[in-house]
């Protein structure tokens, strides 16, 4: 399997951060960690392994990049829009860094698609829905899409409003909510076993495929089992088995 790992050094966040590369054609991916992970966690936990026969036939690209949860959403010390500004200066890596990255790995501009677990569902799904015009699809699993529920403290301002799916798509119509229908795709998975209520995962996955569907916004909802975890295995299980649906 082709793999590369690269330094991206980012302005706005004053350090480099990790991108792992997996594969060497198919379908670009930006997969982001779970809460506070590295770029090599996918990897570790037998994601990347999950999926290996698309990346050695081609059909994908995986592109692991880390994570910034400590200062901004995991950081307990400040309170919620402060958290948000401070993701402000990942999303400026990701998108002044990171993808343009892709895109020249990938011999010119193409799109890209997301993907995350836990927490990395939320930014997912955030990411394509802000740029679906980078991102038109996001696979997201067990995903909790809103911030202000993960230990969050203190008054939602503009930049965690603008951060929070489950709030601004409930608001979005007009000209742009069109352009949103014909152009990004959300797949929505959690399992119904432990965890996934603790974390909130499973109440938030309905309620945001509820928002979706009605804003007529394309998605697909994916439940599985009472036996099925918010744990890596669980992701494992579901990579493997809808990644082959969109390479």
């Known amino acids: 399997m082709s793999r590369e790992v690269t330094e991206l050094w980012s302005n706005d966040l004053g350090a480099a951060g990790t991108v792992i590369r997996y594969g060497h054609w198919g379908r670009a991916v930006l997969v982001f ?8 966690d996918f990897e570790n936990n037998g994601m990347v392994g999950a999926v290996s026969t698309l990346i050695d036939e081609g059909r994908v690209k995986l592109y692991c990049v880390d994570s910034y949860d400590a200062a901004s959403w995991s950081n307990q010390n400040i309170p919620l829009e402060e958290r948000a500004r401070q993701h402000g200066r990942y999303e400026s890596w990701i998108l002044n860094e990171v993808v343009p990255w892709i895109h020249r790995d990938c011999g010119g501009a ?4 997301t993907l995350g677990c836990s ?3 939320f930014h997912a799904a955030n990411f394509a829905l802000k740029r679906a015009d980078l991102f038109p699809l996001a696979m997201c699993f067990s995903g909790n899409y809103d911030p202000a529920s993960w230990n969050g403290w203190g008054e939602r301002g503009s930049e965690a409003y603008f951060n929070s799916p489950l709030d601004y798509v409930a608001n979005l119509h007009g000209d742009h909510l069109d352009w949103l229908r014909g152009r990004v795709s959300l797949l929505l998975v959690c399992g119904q076993g432990q965890w996934e ?3 909130r995962s499973l109440p938030s996955t309905k309620q945001f495929a509820g928002l979706l569907a009605g804003k007529g916004i394309r998605h697909e909802l994916d439940l599985w089992g ?3 975890p918010h744990d890596w295995p669980s992701w494992r299980a579901q990579l493997a088995h809808h990644l082959p649906r969109f390479c």
């Open 110 to 113: 193409v799109e890209v698609a």
């Open 119 to 121: 927490i990395g569902a």
């Open 197 to 199: 209520d603790t974390t």
């Open 226 to 228: 009472f036996d099925v």
């Open 33 to 40: 960690p779970a809460e506070r992970g590295r770029a090599w």
